[in-house]
Nanobody
């Protein structure tokens, strides 16, 4: 059973940066996609970025392109989300997730066949 544990959230002023980390335990080899989604309080969740683990292709949401960067350290079984130039609208709980498929809808990557997700880490960006 795959377990994902996020860390690195916090509060920052607009224009600042944060780096989130997601450590995976268990066998993630059956998941074709790994990445991040976010959910602002009281709103629907939106995909942020996912990587195709077979091809290493990354899929970013239009709203974060050029500001957020996905990376991974396979030796530590950990993926990261570097967030720069943060905006108040980036405020949300960020979740790490793994799944079987992906589609792009409304400029956002959407994970399909979700295998696992973490408990989330809160990011608050103040103006």
């Amino acid at each position: 059973q795959v377990q994902l544990v996020e860390s690195g959230g916090g509060s920052v002023q607009a224009g600042g940066s944060l780096r989130l980390a997601c450590a995976a335990s268990g066998d993630v080899s059956s998941s074709n996609f790994v990445g991040w989604y976010r959910q602002p309080s009281g709103k629907e969740r939106d995909g942020v970025v996912y990587i195709n683990t077979r091809t290493s292709t990354t899929y970013y949401a239009d709203s974060v392109k050029g500001r957020f960067t996905f990376s991974q350290d396979n030796s530590k079984n950990t993926v990261y989300l570097q967030m720069n130039s943060l905006k108040p609208e980036d405020t949300a709980t960020y979740y790490c997730a793994a799944g079987r498929g992906l589609r792009i809808r409304g400029g956002n990557p959407e994970l399909l066949g979700q295998d696992a997700w973490g408990q989330g880490t809160l990011v608050t960006v103040s103006s």
